[in-house]
């Protein structure tokens, strides 16, 4: 029986690759949030105001943003493998 072979499945990155990514989106989505919401929900009570904030940047940064800062981190460690060769 033969196994098909395909292209290798992409290192994951470290943890420590991970967290800063995640920490890049999670800080320019909050900054993006804050700046476009701020006036508006200002006068609102604090625990409102954060249940709008990270309503808004939790679906955005898991969804959205880590995702595409992994296919980002993924191609440009690909093409630094395959510029060393």
Same mark, same amino acid.
């Given at each position: +029986? @033969?196994?098909?072979? *395909? $292209?290798?499945?992409? =290192?994951? !990155? @470290?943890? &420590? &690759? %991970?967290?800063?990514?995640?920490?890049?989106?999670?800080? @320019? +989505?909050?900054? =993006? #949030?804050?700046?476009?919401? *701020?006036?508006?929900?200002? =006068?609102? $009570?604090? !625990?409102?105001?954060?249940?709008?904030? #990270? *309503?808004?940047?939790? $679906?955005?940064?898991?969804?959205?943003?880590? !995702?595409?800062?992994?296919?980002? &981190?993924?191609?440009?460690?690909?093409?630094? =493998?395959?510029?060393? %060769?």
């Amino acid at each position: +029986m @033969s196994v098909p072979c *395909g $292209p290798a499945a992409p =290192a994951v !990155p @470290s943890v &420590h &690759h %991970r967290a800063l990514l995640t920490w890049l989106a999670v800080y @320019s +989505m909050i900054t =993006a #949030t804050q700046l476009l919401l *701020g006036g508006p929900i200002a =006068a609102l $009570p604090l !625990p409102v105001r954060t249940l709008i904030l #990270t *309503g808004v940047v939790v $679906p955005v940064v898991v969804y959205v943003l880590v !995702p595409a800062l992994l296919r980002v &981190h993924t191609e440009v460690r690909r093409r630094l =493998a395959g510029s060393v %060769r």
